[in-house]
């Protein structure tokens, strides 16, 4: 399994400015969430779960607002 960043990890990134590029990933019936890192692609996790899902993409883009996170690229 390939690294992962926390939810509160994520949220001080942003903070600080280090993320500069979102992607949000459609599994399925569900949606994930990556940032880039230098060259690499990471999900977001939570604390009981390996790799944070959510059920719809208003529910991503929710989230995203309450970090400050202004730009998002969506795959289908």
Request: with cysteine; hydrophobic share 40%.
């Amino acid at each position: 399994m390939k690294r992962a960043i926390e939810q509160e990890t994520l949220q001080a990134l942003v903070e600080t400015g280090a993320p500069r590029e979102f992607r949000v990933l459609r599994e399925g019936e569900a949606w994930r969430l990556e940032l880039r890192l230098g060259a690499k692609w990471l999900p977001v996790r939570s604390r009981r779960e390996s790799v944070r899902v959510w059920r719809s993409l208003t529910a991503v883009g929710r989230f995203c607002e309450g970090l400050g996170i202004k730009s998002l690229t969506v795959e289908l």
